[in-house]
Nanobody, 115 residues
Framework: QVQFVESGGGLVQPGGSLRLSCAAS????????MGWYRQAPESQREFIAS???????NYADSVKGRFTISRDNAKRTVYLQMNSLKPEEKAVYYC?????????WGQGTQVTVSS
């Protein structure tokens, strides 16, 4: 059974950086597009970024130029480098497969941006 374990969250000051990791277990990892999402309190989960099996990336407009998604297929891990973080980006961050291959969500990792 496929599971995702997100890590790397924490408390960071506005303008700071964090690097999130998502380790996948279960079946083949490399053939699936992967995405990062976030959910702020009392808000719906929103798309942040995705990366295809071939490495093509896509970003939400709100994070373009500040966030970078990458993957290491040998480690079955997808990363999200977040720079210039804003207070309104406080949320629980999740990863998952994209599209119809989506699996149950993991626990996520909490990111808090505050001075």
């Amino acid at each position: 059974q496929v599971q995702f374990v997100e890590s790397g969250g924490g408390l960071v000051q506005p303008g700071g950086s964090l690097r999130l990791s998502c380790a996948a277990s279960g079946s083949i990892f490399s053939i699936y597009a992967m995405g990062w999402y976030r959910q702020a309190p009392e808000s719906q989960r929103e798309f942040i970024a995705s990366i295809t099996s071939g490495g093509t990336t896509n970003y939400a407009d709100s994070v373009k130029g500040r966030f970078t998604i990458s993957r290491d297929n040998a480690k079955r891990t997808v990363y999200l480098q977040m720079n210039s973080l804003k207070p309104e980006e406080k949320a629980v961050y999740y990863c998952n497969r994209e599209g119809i291959n989506r699996r149950p969500w993991g626990q996520g990792t909490q990111v808090t941006v505050s001075s």
